[in-house]
């Protein structure tokens, strides 16, 4: 019977203990997703900037090292 009671007054019993681990779950899936979203927001700004460089400055940026022909 001490058994018992032990366990319900635990500090964290297996339902509050599956809850935080759905939260956890959750909470580490919302930070990849702004990881990702952070990553794409970086490149489509990086592409943009370039889209809107200069021929000079993309020749400065590159080089003179024309490779298709």
């Not at 990881?35 to 490149?43: I, P, V």
């Amino acid at each position: 019977m001490a058994k018992k009671e032990d366990q319900d007054n635990s500090l964290f019993n297996d339902e509050v203990l599956a809850k935080l681990k759905d939260t956890k779950k959750a909470l580490q899936a919302e930070e990849q997703q702004r990881r990702e979203d952070e990553e794409a927001k970086r490149l489509f700004e990086k592409k943009q900037r370039e889209k809107n460089m200069s021929f000079a400055e993309l020749l400065e940026k590159h080089g003179d090292q024309g490779g298709k022909y």
